[in-house]
């Protein structure tokens, strides 16, 4: 069972250079979303997606891209990294929004933005 | 707007012993879930109990129960008989079904230690 599978684990950036985050999940999921966790603020909602072709933002939406042309993956693009991005990523999926169920997360990708 | 508040920044706990990590939230939608996830040293975050605003009973899993008043929207988790290996960050969260069902919102996490 893959369930949900982020690449890269660690990345370093410049500031200004872009990047994307890929996720993927095999459990034919709707829901898919985005989260960021900074030391003493938990996790908060980055973009979030109920279905292929639909996607819309989060908590904590500015510099972040995404789009959803496919069921299974949900990348997440920095258009141009700031150090203020450097974070831990985790990309979480259900198989609904609505449903009662547990988010299941992926590993996490730790991005430092120099 | 929903809301969830974790008090304890760090706890700590002697091997065996039972320990219980405050959650309390806020919300005014009358349908919504709670959820507990731990997250070790490792990074990965690890769903451990849930609890829906319409169940009757305590939730429970294993070692792990959540101790749910609704009147006083507090959800705390329980954890019996602790092992070293539960020293992680513990993570309360909340969806609100009818009003935010599209952001699981988390509390700042409690750290606990289990002492051997």
């Known amino acids: 069972n893959a369930g949900v599978t982020q690449t890269p684990k660690f990345q370093v950036l410049k500031t200004g250079q872009s990047m994307t985050l890929q996720c993927a999940q095999d459990m034919n999921h709707e829901y898919m979303s985005w989260y960021r966790q900074d030391p003493g603020m938990g996790l908060r909602l980055i973009h979030y997606s109920v279905g292929a072709g639909i996607t819309d933002q989060g908590e904590v939406p500015n510099g972040y891209n995404v789009s959803r042309s496919t069921t299974e993956d949900f990348p997440l693009r920095l258009l141009s990294a700031a150090p203020s991005q450097t974070s831990v990523y985790f990309c979480?999926?259900?198989?609904?929004?609505?449903?009662?169920?547990?988010?299941?997360f992926g590993e996490g990708s730790r991005l430092t933005v120099l | 707007a929903q809301k969830i508040t974790q008090t304890q920044p760090g706890m700590f706990v002697q091997e065996k012993e039972a320990v219980t990590l405050d959650c309390t939230y806020d919300?005014?939608?009358?349908?919504?879930?709670l959820f507990w996830y731990k997250q070790p040293s490792s990074g990965e975050m690890i769903f451990l109990i849930y609890?829906?605003?319409?169940?009757?009973q305590n939730a429970t899993e294993g070692r792990y129960s959540l101790n749910f008043q609704k009147a006083r929207k507090s959800a705390n988790l329980v954890i019996s008989a602790s092992q070293l290996g539960d020293s992680a960050m513990y993570f309360c969260?909340?969806?609100?079904?009818?009003?935010?069902?599209?952001?699981?919102?988390f509390g700042t996490g409690t750290r606990l230690t289990v002492i051997p």
């Open positions: 919300t005014s939608d009358p349908s919504y879930g």
């Open positions: 969260a909340m969806r609100a079904f009818r009003t935010g069902a599209n952001n699981l919102f």
């Open positions: 979480a999926s259900s198989l609904t929004a609505t449903n009662t169920g547990e988010l299941f």
């Open positions: 609890q829906g605003s319409y169940d009757q």
